[in-house]
């Protein structure tokens, strides 16, 4: 990688798990640990100091905790280029699901291998989101599963056939070049129709599409 690296901020409230990863983090040129919080109001707050490229967010934290914090984050236009990852000790936390649908970009369990830490940090910030292994997959489809109200069919309305299409098939996980592959296009075509469904429904990130994909009945739980 060239020129500058990639900022991340550390929330997580165990002062033990931050060093590890920051150990891990500033080991590698392209990476750069520039906070760390012990709380979710503390990491909001160093998040809009320092504006990093990605914020790697512990879920349960005291006082305002991660999902929280995640909110109020995508909330705010001004760091719409911030990417957060989801921390969490078990890989099916119910708290995932909505900060998945807030805009997080992905979601890890903490003791992932370090080689998929690093991998996530550098998806995200390259503006993906972090969809593999399944187990990102596999949250979206549980809580399609327990949604209680189905998006209103007028967005769906706003997606030509074709980008239907590609939602569908990016909400089963498939890259753009899978996608590309696909539907017999090139990877560039398929990229603007993926970038042209997010705008027309407002997705922050990738990850928001999947979630609208299970969501509007585009892609069922199960599907592969």
Same mark, same amino acid.
């Given at each position: ?22 150990? #891990? ?7 750069? =640990?520039?906070?760390? !919080?012990?709380?979710?109001? +503390?990491? &909001? *707050? ?84 972090? #969809? ?7 949250? =979206?489809?549980?809580? !399609?599963?327990?949604?209680? +109200?189905? &998006? *209103? ?72």
């Amino acid at each position: 990688m060239t020129g500058e690296p990639i900022t991340v901020v550390l929330a997580d409230d165990q002062a033990l798990v931050r060093a590890g990863f920051r150990a #891990l983090l500033d080991s590698c040129d392209d990476i750069e =640990v520039v906070a760390e !919080a012990g709380d979710g109001a +503390e990491a &909001v *707050a160093l998040v809009r100091r320092h504006r990093p490229d990605v914020v790697l967010m512990d879920i349960r934290m005291p006082g305002l905790d991660g999902l929280a914090a995640t909110a109020r984050l995508t909330a705010d236009e001004s760091l719409a280029g911030v990417r957060i990852v989801i921390l969490s000790t078990f890989d099916l936390d119910e708290y995932v699901f909505e900060a998945l649908r807030s805009g997080a970009s992905g979601f890890l369990v903490k003791d992932t291998e370090p080689v998929e830490l690093l991998h996530a940090v550098r998806v995200v910030a390259e503006g993906d989101a972090l #969809l593999s292994p399944g187990v990102t997959r596999r949250l =979206v489809e549980e809580f !399609a599963q327990r949604a209680k +109200e189905p &998006v *209103a069919r007028e967005r769906l309305g706003a997606l030509t056939e074709r980008e239907r299409e590609v939602v569908a098939l990016a909400g089963t996980g498939l890259s753009n070049d899978e996608i590309a592959a696909k539907l017999f296009l090139s990877p560039a075509t398929a990229k603007t129709h993926v970038s042209r469904a997010m705008i027309k429904l407002g997705a922050r990130d990738r990850a928001q599409l999947v979630v609208f994909a299970y969501e509007s009945g585009l892609v069922r739980p199960g599907w592969r």
